[in-house]
Structure formats: structure tokens, C-alpha cells
């Protein structure tokens, strides 16, 4: 088994930021994850969209911002097992765990910090027009740039569906519709695309996509009125949202609660030595927000150096006290 102080299962920004900070107090790293790449939720849903909400960064692309996150934890050369579920988590002696992986791996650990997010996801389907997927229906936008100058009908009320119509609608002919008056998205996006140039509509479903080999025209239904309504389309976007799977990681013994894994203010799950960060945690007046996850990864990793050496501080001192991180090859 590959041994390392401290394993990070998840890795999105909070669990990048989890290895970094790993890395400031000389802890060797593993890293692990389910998806084939780093970046978690952004790679695989939102590469392209712009993030307005991480400080520092008046706007920055998802892509940009994994980027800059694997950027700072390179430095410090984490083990990555990327592509591989992590799967169970024994006891060893000594206080330390082995932590199992889907294609066999084995890795000695002395802590854990879960930072797995939503876990593995799958997307909400549209009611109809699954024939289309990948032919003018998708449920992501890997590449805004191949939408431009289309007519897209984007589908839904959530941040999903607000963030893509904001995005597109300067450089294609948006159409947005939701089932309901209300929003869930933020109320910051919901003025943008209201005050811009695409077209709201609610009240509204799609009842059929229509196209021969791929969509060229959507049938909608006002709920209240009962009447339908044809209109071109080149592509549809379903931002419906998604269900989450937690996975493997709810058989670890770990206190819960709504398919979260619950922490204390130290950000420890109630196994001794495994910590959580981010969107896979909970506690009371918890925000859902990537700049909440940087602070939990960072306490997380302080207190779990405090678990593998009682006599070291949880504060790590001031980074600009520190000796200089070497600059990436």
C-alpha cells in the first residue's frame, strides 16, 4: 500500500484547496476521485461559465479557476488517483486507516478529508425529446462558442438554466422558459437575463421537440391557458438540475443526515481522524458556496495535522512567514 499523512477523497476546488493547504503544513497527500479529471462539479457541468462569487476574482471561468487551483497545489505533488471511486475505509493499527479504491488500490493514511461534494450526479430529464440527446439536446454546455448565432431554448428556473441564458445571450438567440413565475436562480442573474435580450418565458413547458435527425423546433404549453406553441430552436438546453449519490461513502459509519455528512465547528465527522469540507458536509447555518468550502478545507486539514500530531498547533502561522512554495515545473 502507498502510504501517505493525509488522503483527500474529492477533487473539486475544495478538496484541490484540501491538498494545497496539506501541502503548508508538510503533510504528504494523496488525492482521489471518481471523475477522470480535477475540478469536480465545474469540470464536468460548468467549465466554460463564469463564477462571480470566489474572492479575489471579479469573474472567473470555471476552467480557469480549476486551473489555478491545480496550479497551487503542484508544488507540493499530491498522489493523484483520479478516475477511481474511492470505495471503503478500514481500520488499521497505530489509528490509521486503508483506504480502498474501485480498480483495488490500497492506500495507508493517517486521516481523511471527504470532500466529494454532491458525490456522482446524474442530470433531470426532460419529459420528452430524449431521442435528441446529443442531436440539439443536451443537459450541459461544454463549449458556449459552439451555440453562437443559434436559436437555443433553454429550460428551467435554477442557477443552471439563469447562468447558460446569461452567458448566451449575447452571442445567440436565447429563449428561456420555466413551469413556475418564481425563481430559484440567483436573484443578481435573474435581472441580467430580464434586463437583456433573451426571452422569458414562464408558466411554460416543453411538451415535444420536433427535428428530423436533430431539433429544429420546440412545441411549448402555457400551463394556465392550455394553449401550445410552436417555435424554431437549433439546440436545447435542459438545466433541470440533478439527483446526487453520495456513493460508497455513506458506508463508512459517518453520523448524516439528508445524504450529508454531519461535522462539528472543527469540520470532524463523528469517525475519529476523517474530516469533510464542502458541498458533502452539513451542519446548522451552513451556506452552500465554493468560498465556504475554502474555508472548511483549510480547518480541516489544520485540525486534522493537529490529529496526526497532537503536540502541533492547529494554527499553521501566516503564509507570508512561510518558507516560498517553488514555483511549478
Not at 480557469?64 to 475505509?89: I, K, N, S, W, Y
Not at 430529464?125 to 461544454?142: D, I, Q, T
Not at 411538451?207 to 436533430?214: A, T, V, Y
Request: hydrophobic share 45%.
Amino acid at each position: 500500500m502507498k502510504r501517505y499523512d493525509l488522503t483527500v477523497v474529492g477533487a473539486g476546488p475544495a478538496g484541490l484547496f484540501a491538498a494545497f493547504y496539506a501541502g503548508m503544513r508538510g503533510l504528504s497527500v494523496a488525492m482521489v476521485d471518481a471523475l477522470p479529471e480535477p475540478g469536480g462539479q465545474i469540470t464536468a457541468l460548468y467549465p466554460e461559465k463564469f463564477i462571480r462569487d470566489v474572492a479575489g476574482f471579479p469573474a472567473i471561468r470555471g476552467r480557469e479557476l480549476v486551473r489555478e487551483l491545480v496550479a497551487q497545489v503542484q508544488p507540493f505533488a499530491p498522489g493523484m488517483f483520479l478516475g477511481r471511486q474511492a470505495t471503503d475505509l478500514d481500520d488499521l493499527p497505530g489509528g490509521r486507516f486503508r483506504l480502498r479504491l474501485a480498480d483495488g488500490t490500497e492506500l495507508d493514511t493517517g486521516a481523511v478529508v471527504v470532500t466529494g461534494g454532491i458525490g456522482t450526479f446524474t442530470p433531470r430529464k426532460l419529459p420528452c425529446g430524449e431521442e435528441f440527446l446529443g442531436r440539439g439536446l443536451s443537459y450541459f454546455v461544454h463549449d458556449p462558442a459552439e451555440l453562437a448565432h443559434k436559436r437555443v431554448l433553454v429550460v428551467g428556473g435554477g442557477d443552471s438554466a439563469f447562468d447558460w441564458a446569461d452567458a448566451l445571450q449575447d452571442v445567440a438567440q436565447v429563449t428561456l422558459v420555466h413551469r413556475r413565475d418564481g425563481f430559484r436562480a440567483h436573484q443578481h442573474t435573474v435581472n441580467r437575463v430580464l434586463g437583456g435580450p433573451a426571452v422569458v418565458r414562464t408558466g411554460t413547458v416543453v411538451d415535444e421537440l420536433r427535428g428530423n435527425g436533430r431539433v429544429h423546433r420546440a412545441v411549448l404549453r402555457d400551463i394556465a391557458a392550455g394553449t401550445r406553441t410552436e417555435i424554431d430552436c437549433d439546440h436545447v438546453v435542459a438545466a433541470l438540475g440533478f439527483v446526487a449519490n453520495p456513493g460508497p461513502l455513506l458506508r463508512w459509519g459517518l453520523a448524516e443526515r439528508d445524504r450529508k455528512i454531519v461535522v462539528d465547528a472543527a469540520m470532524r465527522t463523528s469517525r475519529p481522524g476523517v474530516f469533510a469540507a464542502g458541498d458533502v458536509c452539513t451542519y446548522d447555518g451552513r451556506v452552500p458556496l465554493i468560498a465556504v468550502g475554502f474555508g472548511e478545507a483549510s480547518t480541516a486539514v489544520n485540525h486534522a495535522a493537529a490529529h496526526l500530531d497532537p503536540a502541533a498547533s492547529t494554527f499553521p502561522g501566516h503564509s507570508t512567514d512561510a518558507t516560498p512554495v517553488p514555483a511549478p515545473a
